[in-house]
C-alpha cells in the first residue's frame, strides 16, 4: 500500500486576464500550499476502483482521482489497477484545488505503485488532461502561475504570516464563475504590468502593500454575490488579519496574522459557525 497527502493551495492574487480561443481564460496568480490535506492510500487491484469519506462525491470517472488512473494506465499501455481510498479534508468547491491535488497524488503515487516511468514532461501532459491546475500539485511548494494554469515557474516563498482559511460552507462553480466575471486585468495587456511574483515579494511584509497590489479578480463578484463569504472576510479582519482575500473562485476566504494570538482567536471565533483551518509561518509541505 502507498499512502499520500493531497495538500490545498490557496491563491496569492488571482488576475483574469483574457478568455482564450479554446474556451480557457489566460490567468496570472500565485499558488501557495497550506497544511491542509486530503489523505489516498492506493492497493493493488485488478480493476480501478474508489472509496471515499465524503458520500457526495461521485466514485466513477467523474472523480479525478478514477480518471487520473484510467490515464496513466492508458498511457502506460498497462493491465494494471488500483483500489483508491480517499478520505477528503479539503472542503469540495471551495477554491482550494483539492480535487486537483487529488488528482495529482494518484498520478505520483500510481508512478511508484505500478513501477512505470513516465517523463516530467508527459506526466503534466497526462495532468492537463485532467484540469488547469492539477500539473501544479505534482511538485511541491509555491509557484507563479500564467496560461491557463499550466505554465509554471516555482519558486521559495517564506511566508512569515499565520494562515486562517475560513469555508463558509457554500460550493461555487468555477465554471460559472467564470462565465459571470467581467475581465478587469485584460485592459492593461499592452503594457508593462509588473508580475504578481514581483508584487509580493516587494510587498510581502508591508500588509498595506499587499491590499493596494495583490487583487483577486473574482473577488467584487463573489462577495456581491453570497453574503456569507463578505461577512467571512470582514471578520477576519475584525479579528485582526493584515490582509484578508478570496481563494480562488471561493467560496473560501483566508487571512493572513501576523500574531499567533490574533490567529488562534480568530479561528477560536470563527469555527463556531464556519469550517476553520490554520497553517503556521514559514509552513513547508511534508
Known amino acids: 500500500m502507498i499512502t499520500l497527502k493531497a495538500y490545498a493551495k490557496i491563491n496569492l492574487g488571482l488576475r483574469l486576464l483574457r478568455k482564450r480561443e479554446d474556451g480557457y481564460h489566460d490567468i496570472e496568480t500565485i499558488f501557495h500550499r497550506i497544511n491542509l490535506f486530503d489523505e489516498i492510500a492506493l492497493e493493488p487491484s485488478s480493476t ?3 472509496t471515499c469519506t465524503d458520500l457526495t462525491l461521485p466514485t466513477d470517472e467523474r472523480n479525478l482521482c478514477i ?6 494506465q492508458q498511457h502506460c499501455n498497462s493491465r494494471q489497477g488500483v483500489h483508491i481510498s480517499l478520505k477528503k479534508n479539503i472542503p469540495v468547491s471551495a477554491g482550494l484545488g483539492g480535487g486537483s491535488s487529488d488528482g495529482a497524488a494518484t498520478l505520483r503515487g500510481l508512478i511508484e505503485l505500478w513501477n512505470v516511468n513516465v517523463p516530467d514532461k508527459e506526466l503534466c501532459s497526462i495532468a492537463l488532461q485532467l484540469g488547469s491546475d492539477v500539473a501544479y500539485f505534482l511538485r511541491r511548494g509555491t509557484a507563479y502561475t500564467t496560461g491557463r494554469g499550466e505554465v509554471l515557474e516555482y519558486f521559495d516563498l517564506d511566508l512569515p504570516y499565520w494562515i486562517v482559511v ?3 460552507s457554500l460550493h461555487i ?3 460559472q464563475a467564470y462565465q459571470n466575471v467581467q475581465l478587469k486585468s485584460q485592459k492593461k495587456k499592452g503594457g508593462n504590468q509588473t508580475s504578481l511574483k514581483e508584487l509580493l515579494l516587494e ?3 508591508d500588509p498595506r502593500m499587499l491590499m493596494n497590489f495583490l487583487h483577486n479578480d473574482f473577488e467584487s463578484l463573489i462577495l456581491r454575490s453570497y453574503r456569507d463569504v463578505a461577512q467571512v472576510k470582514k471578520a477576519l479582519y475584525d479579528a485582526g488579519a493584515v490582509f484578508a482575500q478570496l481563494s480562488g ?5 483566508y487571512g493572513l496574522f501576523s500574531n499567533e494570538q490574533y490567529a488562534n482567536d480568530a479561528g477560536k471565533e470563527l469555527c463556531k ?3 476553520v483551518f490554520t497553517t503556521q509561518p514559514h509552513f513547508k509541505p511534508d
Not at 480518471?67 to 496513466?72: N, W, Y
Not at 473562485?249 to 476566504?253: E, H, Q, Y
Request: aromatic share 8%; hydrophobic share 45%; glycine share 4%.
Open 273 to 275: 459557525n464556519y469550517q
Open 166 to 168: 475560513v469555508f463558509p
Open 173 to 175: 462553480s468555477t465554471a
Open 48 to 50: 480501478i476502483s474508489l
Open 203 to 205: 510587498s510581502i511584509n
Open 67 to 72: 480518471r487520473a488512473a484510467q490515464l496513466l
Open 249 to 253: 473562485s471561493g467560496s473560501a476566504v
